[in-house]
């Protein structure tokens, strides 16, 4: 009898070129997640403790990804993925480093902030969907969920050991320092993406045309499969997801704790996501549309459980369950949309997935910001719980409506409404 053997958690790392793009972004996403941390500290201590301008620098930061990663996709899909990941790294170091001779002279004023936080989120709106689709040229289409996978994994690596470390720096040594190492962190994908074999990335050939954003949209309408998952993550990066807006809320103005209480929140939520992340690497192939709506019943459960927790330690604890649930529920969508999803299309339609998640976020931002400042913290995450259990069951009766309407239809093949997963195009190294 042949026994089955389970694949092996970190089989991506064996391409070489994903193993420079995972080092690279250890480093420069926890100097991410340092400068998230110290930036959220700067607008309170600037702010005596407002919630909505807290709010308002979210949303800056997130608004330019509903007027703009669209183009970002198309630009995706038109260029080289490697050069325009470079270039934008380049940009969004060199905001850094001028917010952080800000702070550190000492002149830093609250627009300051929101103008830097506008000017990387419109570096974001071309990076995000061009690092997302990049993945797939690192590793090929049979790697790609195990390295999307590990990407979550490096991404919550950098997750829990950033916020941990800005914590202490920042109680240590104030915001500056912790702005500066965000700065210079940058300069790890760079050099990263530079030492690359472009002759050995799994590139699609090149479309006739030039790419159209219209086309990636009709790509996904008329695909029942990905609009239902793309909807959910719609309403929960909405309403759920804004755990940067309000856990320094509930450690500042709830527990009426200090930034290393801040830094706990984080780093346990982070690290519920970290153990999701690693939970998947075993995935291989697309997960069913019931996988990604029962993990977002359990994200809307743990969220409100997070709403209740009494005190620091038993929100931590609740928080990292809750970070497991939001990984797994977003991990899930995310490789449902990709491997479901023809490659010609995927820069683009990536792009549109990061609209709908992180689009999102200015929007619900400003309404869990008004609606902390007005009712306290803990009511952003009942809210974001209770409308998440909410898209949950509607998505659940959907499911269930398609398949009760399909039960006396041809098969798929026969009908056209959703084809199979398409094989990747891939081209010869050195083409």
Do not use: C
């Not at 984080?266 to 697309?286: E, K, W």
């Amino acid at each position: 009898m042949r026994t089955l053997r389970t694949p092996h958690p970190l089989r991506s790392l064996s391409v070489r070129n994903f193993r420079l793009f995972a080092a690279g972004q250890v480093v420069s996403v926890a100097g991410t997640w340092m400068m998230v941390m110290a930036q959220d500290w700067l607008v309170l201590s600037l702010t005596d403790d407002s919630g909505t301008a807290l709010g308002a620098v979210t949303a800056l930061q997130f608004a330019p990804l509903l007027l703009l990663t669209l183009h970002g996709g198309r630009l995706a899909d038109r260029h080289d993925k490697r050069r325009l990941l470079m270039a934008a790294n380049v940009v969004s170091g060199t905001l850094a480093a001028l917010l952080t001779a800000l702070v550190l002279s000492g002149a830093v004023q609250l627009w300051h902030v929101y103008l830097f936080a506008l000017g990387l989120g419109t570096v974001n709106a071309v990076e995000v969907p061009t690092r997302m689709s990049f993945v797939s040229e690192l590793v090929g289409p049979e790697l790609l969920p195990n390295a999307s996978a590990l990407s979550a994994a490096y991404f919550n690596i950098a997750r829990v050991v950033g916020p941990a470390l800005a914590g202490l720096l920042i109680s240590a040594a104030g915001t500056g320092p912790v702005m500066l190492l965000n700065a210079v962190s940058y300069l790890a994908t760079v050099l990263a993406l530079r030492r690359m074999r472009p002759a050995e990335l799994h590139r699609t050939a090149r479309p006739a045309e030039r790419p159209r954003i219209v086309d990636g949209l009709r790509h996904v309408t008329g695909r029942s499969d990905l609009l239902l998952p793309m909807a959910l993550v719609g309403v929960i990066g909405l309403f759920g997801l804004n755990f940067q807006l309000t856990l320094p809320l509930l450690a500042k103005t709830v527990f009426h704790t200090d930034a290393s209480t801040f830094g706990l929140l984080t780093t346990a939520f982070a690290a519920g996501s970290l153990l999701a992340a690693l939970a998947t690497t075993a995935r291989r192939g697309r997960p069913s549309s019931r996988t990604v709506i029962n993990a977002a019943f359990a994200f809307g459960l743990l969220t409100l459980a997070s709403g209740l927790a009494p005190g620091p330690l038993t929100a931590a604890l609740l928080l990292a369950l809750t970070g497991f649930a939001a990984l797994y529920f977003a991990q899930a969508a995310n490789h449902r949309v990709q491997l479901g999803s023809d490659p010609s299309y995927r820069g683009r339609v990536m792009a549109l997935y990061t609209l709908v998640l992180q689009g999102s976020t200015p929007l619900g931002a400003l309404l869990i910001g008004r609606l902390s400042q007005e009712f306290g913290a803990r009511s952003g995450l009942y809210a974001g719980g209770t409308v998440s259990l909410v898209a949950a069951a509607v998505a659940a009766g959907a499911r269930r409506s398609r398949r009760g309407r399909r039960a006396g239809e041809p098969p798929p093949a026969i009908r056209g409404d959703e084809p199979p997963i398409p094989h990747e195009r891939q081209s010869s190294h050195g083409s």
